[in-house]
Nanobody
Framework: QVQLAESGGGLVQPGGSLRLSCAAS????????MGWYRQAPGKQRELVAH???????VYADSVKGRFTISRDNDKNTVYLQMNSLKPEDTAVYYC????????WGQGTQVTVSS
């Protein structure tokens, strides 16, 4: 019903920036809460940020002040601007669409390393 496609991951040096994008299709985008999760090797998947249909935003404490989530309903896209990246931000980042069911993208790798 909802298909999600992440893009924008890659290799970046500590202190650098990346902008992740998640393009949604297959349903009505504006009615979903959109979120970004990440999972590092050996760790559980964790919420990074989400933004509701009404614009309410929640960030994980670990990314507050560094990451910004936003959505463009006209483009059916949610973004994650990642600044001041740290090695501990290295993970696979997953896009999520939530309503009655949680839909997941395939993930995009973010590696922060010198």
């Amino acid at each position: 019903q909802v298909q999600l496609a992440e893009s924008g991951g890659g290799l970046v040096q500590p202190g650098g920036s990346l902008r992740l994008s998640c393009a949604a299709s297959g349903s009505i985008f504006s009615m979903y809460t959109m979120g970004w999760y990440r999972q590092a090797p050996g760790k559980q998947r964790e919420l990074v940020a989400h933004i509701t249909s009404g614009g309410t935003i929640v960030y994980a404490d670990s990314v507050k002040g560094r990451f910004t989530i936003s959505r463009d309903n006209d483009k059916n896209t949610v973004y994650l601007q990642m600044n001041s990246l740290k090695p501990e931000d290295t993970a696979v980042y997953y896009c999520n669409a939530a309503r009655a069911y949680m839909y997941w993208g395939q993930g995009t790798q973010v590696t922060v390393s010198s």
